[in-house]
């Protein structure tokens, strides 16, 4: 039998994400992203399709790599106008009872002591279905907005990364015993404060000395996404991560990065079951291989060309407006590496503007899957088996049909051969994905 397949749908709070220009189409319903409404119906409907969760992406910055203008991202709805996506989870937990929430949030520009208390809140009012995915930042405009020159030196950011995952770790898991809560309202007492305890921590970073504000959470601490794929991502991933995003490519390349990774965990001693997997994919799916194609020709007629080029500037680092088109393009950046790493795998050691162009099928560097229900469904279980994946996260192109779709067409077939679940699991988004509430590494 094959292995269960673990399927989020991948989003931001905003109107254009990954597929640039799909905002246009009559039927995306991508511009009601500021009422609530669109969100709750949004978890319903994955949860009814039994969708293990919600991956919200975000960024703290606009793109302005592209010809050093924010200009042709404001116009374009590239990934900005973009809201707050921690907003929308209580919302959406709200109606539902299993979909999971993995959002994103910048460690660069937090505080650990007040970012540690708003995930712990979210995992209490989501009765433990929060993620958290652990980005450092890729923007210059975001360390301006925040008062610096520009961003910190990648490894740098890592650097720092494991030191504030150390000091919140130590609130989320080491400040209140299990026990410490008593809610004796005979005698008065909430909570035996000798079993609650203050956090010491003096680091090259932070400083902190204080007790973590909230009570132990379901999970205490978030599950832990990561998408760091270069060297020092790798490293910072097989730590700390317990599940790891990553962008399609080749499937060899994929298969290679897997094994580094689950290498990596096992030098930490770590078990390679730790870590979930997750490849990004972009589906266009019917009833039939022609209905799929025939609605994979009328999403390209809405791509946007110029905004994939300012998605793609910002997220490799390179300004492509620098160069002629058919021009090579030098690929050292300080932005995410693997993003570099990756195109250069696609396009050749000497890629250009026009080869780039030629990879933005659908308004993003990600090629789509197309085919009937059946096609997809067996492509995605022979990339589980031969890559070793443990699930994909799904970029939405015309929401909500792109949903509705692979509910329909894809989950059915998933089901048939036994590679999806016909249920939920009860318990916390960690109990379902690995059989435990808490952290491997914390567990009694």
Request: glycine share 8%; net charge negative; charged share 25%.
């Amino acid at each position: 039998m094959p292995r269960e397949i673990r399927i989020n749908a991948f989003d931001m709070n905003c109107v254009g994400h990954i597929q640039q220009g799909l905002w246009t189409h009559p039927r995306d319903q991508s511009t009601r992203y500021t009422d609530i409404s669109y969100w709750t119906d949004y978890a319903r409907r994955l949860e009814a399709g039994l969708f293990d969760g919600i991956f919200f992406a975000d960024v703290i910055g606009v793109y302005d790599v592209l010809g050093g203008s924010p200009d042709a991202a404001v116009k374009n709805a590239v990934q900005v106008p973009v809201n707050d996506p921690m907003m929308l989870i209580p919302a959406m937990a709200s109606v539902t009872q299993h979909l999971g929430f993995g959002v994103t949030a910048n460690l660069t520009y937090e505080q650990p002591f007040q970012f540690a208390r708003r995930m712990s809140t979210l995992d209490h009012l989501t009765r433990g279905r929060i993620g958290w995915n652990i980005v450092t930042g890729y923007l210059d405009s975001a360390a301006r907005a925040a008062g610096f020159t520009q961003q910190m030196a990648h490894d740098d950011r890592y650097d720092m990364a494991d030191e504030f995952m150390s000091l919140v770790t130590a609130l989320w898991e080491g400040s209140w015993d299990d026990d410490a809560v008593i809610r004796d309202k005979a005698r008065g007492i909430y909570a035996d404060a000798a079993k609650v305890r203050v956090i010491h921590h003096a680091g090259k970073q932070y400083k902190v000395d204080a007790m973590h504000l909230s009570e132990p959470s379901p999970q205490r601490t978030p599950v832990l996404y990561q998408a760091g794929a270069s060297e020092r991502g790798t490293r910072f991933a097989a730590t700390h991560a317990e599940c790891v995003f990553m962008n399609g490519q080749k499937q060899p390349a994929v298969r290679q990065a897997v094994q580094e990774l689950r290498q990596a965990a096992a030098q930490q001693g770590r078990a390679a079951s730790d870590i979930k997997v997750f490849l990004g994919a972009t589906i266009v799916t019917g009833a039939t291989e022609q209905e799929a194609q025939d609605k994979f020709e009328d999403y390209k007629r809405y791509a946007n060309s110029e905004a994939a080029l300012v998605h793609a500037a910002a997220s490799l680092g390179i300004d492509f407006y620098k160069y002629d088109i058919d021009e090579p393009i030098e690929t050292k950046s300080n932005a995410i590496q693997s993003n570099v790493a990756a195109m250069t795998r696609a396009a050749g050691p000497q890629w250009t503007r026009r080869k780039l162009l030629d990879q933005l099928v659908m308004g993003s560097r990600q090629p789509p899957w197309v085919g009937s229900g059946e096609a997809i469904a067996r492509k995605m279980i022979e990339w589980c088996e031969a890559a070793d994946v443990d699930g994909f996260n799904l970029s939405r192109t015309v929401v909500p049909e792109c949903f509705d779709d692979f509910i329909a067409h894809v989950v059915p077939q998933l089901q048939e051969r036994g590679a999806f679940k016909t249920s939920y699991q009860s318990g916390t988004l960690r109990g379902k994905l690995f059989g435990r509430d808490r952290r491997a590494s914390t567990s009694a």
